[in-house]
């Protein structure tokens, strides 16, 4: 077991590529805390499922944009489990609205609240038990939309994950004398709830056509392919790798096609 008697917090971890993670980790020997903003029922569904798999599990309520959340969140962690050893930033938000024309000031806030704003609050509370127990893996979910401007539409989305990127490299150097390694990952199109929110069948279909014809694998991801890469950056495996961002897309070679 690749994780065995670690303690891993994993936020946005009721759904999608954080329940994949949380999953993911539980089977290689980890304790999970489950973070969700809403859907306890989906939560507490992980829990369950991760307890199965013989770990221990806690779900806790936290919107991360939320700084005293986020603290709370972190100190009923430590009291349970007595540690933090992984920390995944998963939770995320997209943008809904189209064009920067379309798009209103509170949904700005709202995507670059959760998304990066949300990844800070997290890595600043788990940071200071990291560093007293000169261990850490912190793992960032970016995504391959802020590494490019191509895709006009995800107008706040693209820069909250920029923001990701380079939080990723400026912490890495800030934190690796204390042994807390900081990575991230850049997923491409992965089949989640996200991207697809509020989609017909058909414009779902068109859109997982859209990506795989400049993919070079010719399909979209699924969130246990993410959840096996942050594996990786949450074993010891990857002793010797800090401030980079691990690029999951499937391949893909034309950011300049239309919007996915």
Not at 81 to 97: C, E, P, Q, R, T
Not at 165 to 174: E, G, H, P, Q
Request: proline share 2%; charged share 25%; with cysteine.
């Amino acid at each position: 077991m690749r994780l065995k008697d670690k303690v891993s917090l994993i936020t946005g971890s009721s759904r999608g590529i954080g329940r994949a993670t949380a999953l993911t980790f539980a089977r290689e020997g980890s304790d999970v805390i489950v973070n969700y903003a809403a859907r306890k029922d989906k939560a507490d569904e992980v829990v369950s499922e991760i307890r199965r798999l013989g770990r221990e599990a806690k779900a806790i309520q936290a919107d991360v944009a939320d700084e005293k959340a986020v603290d709370e969140m972190v100190k009923q962690s430590i009291e349970q489990f007595g540690k933090i050893d992984i920390l995944v930033n998963s939770a995320g938000v997209g943008w809904k609205s189209g064009s920067i024309l379309e798009g209103t000031k509170e949904e700005w806030d709202r995507v670059l609240g959760v998304n990066l704003i949300g990844t800070y609050n997290c890595i600043k509370a788990v940071a200071p038990y990291m560093i007293k127990q000169k261990y850490g893996k912190i793992i960032n979910i970016s995504s391959i939309a802020g590494m490019s401007t191509a895709h006009t539409e995800q107008v706040a989305y693209g820069p909250s994950k920029a923001g990701i990127y380079n939080l990723t490299k400026r912490l890495a150097f800030k934190l690796g004398s204390y042994n807390i390694h900081v990575n991230a990952i850049a997923p491409g199109l992965i089949k989640t709830d996200m991207p697809f929110a509020g989609k017909s069948e058909q414009e779902i279909e068109e859109i997982i056509k859209d990506y795989a014809t400049f993919t070079s694998l010719r399909r979209v991801g699924d969130p246990f392919e993410i959840a096996n890469v942050a594996l990786f950056l949450a074993s010891d495996e990857s002793s010797f790798v800090t401030g980079q961002v691990i690029v999951a897309d499937g391949g893909r070679f034309d950011y300049l096609s239309h919007s996915v």
